[in-house]
């Protein structure tokens, strides 16, 4: 079982950078892959990125393509997205969630999510 806390977020100008950061316990992290999704207030809940195990393959929505980045670090139990040129669109809670067996773009494929951490970016 993996259990995943997100950090990193907060309140930003257009423009601007923040990192999330999605800390996994457990031995077996590395196993896992993972991804970032968020839900805007009274909308789904969206796939942002996503990065197997071994960080050979990453993927990502068309909206974040060329500002966003997902990395990990299995020494360190940790994935990040780093987040630039943020837009108000990008106003959402981020959550980090894992599976094993390939990254995939639908939420109800994964079975563990994070609480998620709130980003706000005003215009």
């Known amino acids: 079982q993996v259990q995943l806390v997100e950090s990193g977020g907060g309140l930003v100008q257009a423009g601007g950078s923040l990192r999330l950061s999605c800390a996994a316990s457990?031995?077996?992290?590395?196993?896992?892959?993972m991804a970032w999704f968020r839900q805007a207030p009274g909308k789904e809940r969206v796939f942002v990125a996503a990065?197997?195990?071994?960080?050979?393959?990453?993927s990502y929505a068309d909206s974040v393509k060329g500002r966003f980045t997902i990395s990990r670090d299995n020494a360190k139990n940790t994935v990040y997205l780093q987040m630039n040129s943020l837009k108000p669109d990008d106003t959402a809670k981020y959550y980090c969630?894992?599976?094993?067996?390939?990254?995939?773009?639908?939420?109800?494929?994964?079975?563990?999510w994070g609480q998620g951490t709130q980003v706000t970016v005003s215009s």
């Open positions: 969630a894992a599976r094993r067996q390939g990254v995939v773009a639908v939420p109800r494929r994964y079975d563990y």
């Open positions: 457990g031995r077996t992290f590395s196993s896992y892959d």
């Open positions: 990065i197997s195990w071994s960080a050979g393959s990453t």
